[in-house]
């Protein structure tokens, strides 16, 4: 099976895991902070702070928002589930938002029209590794007093206007999930210029203490105090080696990435019932995800047996996503209903994720091309 993603993991990010393994420290060592600073330098802000994965960067940066109960956060129903889930983590609201049908990106007319008084945040997701359009976002939550919070877990390495992923936002959270555009196994950081974020971000990983264990030790104290309630959203020096490790290879990745979309794009150019999503800049892309619509009805074929097809033959395509306001707990508890995002709705009856990593082979996009367009009987 060609899968959708993979990671890329050589001999020397194995043997930086080695080296990490017979250090004093485990977790809470020096690595983890080396790993922040790398990572927040690459990306053009003055703070990360890295934590157990993606959702719990988000997690990490709406609470340092100080989003509660009572608040509403705009979410774009075009997202994987985590983005509103962390939202009800905090007992706050996730308001659905529509995205742009050429780029399934949140919609500044749809946000806009769903900010109310209660509203504390906006999230924006740079769907399959597509910054947004943060001009008009920008322009909408300034009008309002209204901080951003970008999840970039697909578009970490890329770039908008020439400024880089993670400076985009007030906040932004990334993943280190295998299929990412750089992995830690699993993993997280938040990328902010604001130190009061960024501390409330630290204390909120760690339990809601004040001092980390490390802190204590250098000072030969035992105080610590807790001043609100936290989590263990800790991340080990382990993994955040093979991630200091990874980090020196991620604009290769993303190349290589880019390298593989356009290939596909040159070959679907001309298929008139298969359409890339739009691209606003190739350049700044970072290439997570390939995803096509493909007009179903066109070709005689319902998406199941598509797909179905295409997995039979070692495709590994995948959907990403069902919009998250159509969830079991989402319709069930929040009370969601269709019709209340209507272009991610019909996206996602079009849509198919095609197989991109680092390293895939010509004959594998060749293989992935052919298969897909004898879905057209070609
Ligand atoms: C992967 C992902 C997350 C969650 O990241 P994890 O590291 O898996 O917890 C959140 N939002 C989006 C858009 C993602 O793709």
Redesign the pocket.
Known sequence: MIPYGRQTVDDDDIQAIAQATRSTWLTCGPTVGKFEQALAESAGVAHGAAVS????A?HCALYALGVGPGDEVLVPAM??A??ANTVVFLGARPVFADVLPDTLCLDPASANDRITERTKVIIA?DYAGQPCDYKSLQALASARSLPILA?A??SLGGSYNGRPVGSLADIT?V???PV?PITTG???MTLTDNPALDARVRRFRNHGMTTDFRQREAAGAWEYDIEDLGYNYRITDIQCALGLSQLGKLQGFIASRRAVAAEYDARFARIPWLKPLFVHDPSGHGRHLYVVKIDFQAIQRPRAQAFKQLREAGIGVNVHYRPVHLLAYYRDRLGCTEGMCPHAEKAYEQILSLPVFPGMTHEQIDEVVRRVLELGGS
Request: aromatic share 10%; hydrophobic share 35%.
């Open positions: 994965s993606g959702t719990a988000l997202t994987f985590a983005t997701v999840d877990c697909h959270a993943s280190f999930h990412k699993e993993g997280g």
